[in-house]
């Protein structure tokens, strides 16, 4: 398998596991050092996984309420062999995202691990 393959697979699951609000999902995509950020919240929103778990697991998920799927792939770049960035987005509730993930690819495996996101209300 191809390291982009591989990459893509990641962030597929990354977002149904949005999509389901399934944190084993996500605990397969994320490293469990990774962290999650945004500065679209005051004070600067930051967790580690075991903070940001919790919350998903308590969402209702997209899912759940028959959401059209709005997930997207805009880019995928490798610094090297171990190393990729990805910008995606997708979308839960009104609210869509624009996330830039950070992977890392240790013992083989591609992890996220930095999200870094923007949140903007949808207009329609």
């Known amino acids: 398998m191809s390291d982009f393959t591989a990459v ?5 699951t990354y977002f149904d596991g949005l999509y389901h609000a399934d944190i084993e999902m996500l605990g397969i995509t994320f490293h469990p050092k990774a962290i ?5 919240e005051t004070p600067l929103l930051y967790r580690t996984m ?12 997209p899912a759940s309420r028959d959401e059209p799927r709005r997930d997207s792939i805009d880019a995928i770049e490798f610094a090297g062999e171990n190393t990729a960035f ?7 509730g009104t609210n869509d995202f624009v996330d830039f993930l950070t992977l890392v690819r240790t013992d083989g495996t591609w992890r996220i691990m930095a999200k870094v996101f923007q949140i903007s209300e949808r207009k329609t």
């Open 36 to 40: 999650y950020a945004t500065a679209d």
């Open 50 to 61: 075991d903070e940001y778990f919790p919350v998903v697991a308590k969402r209702v998920s």
């Open 8 to 12: 893509t697979g990641v962030l597929e």
């Open 86 to 92: 990805a910008r995606v987005r997708c979308s839960i």
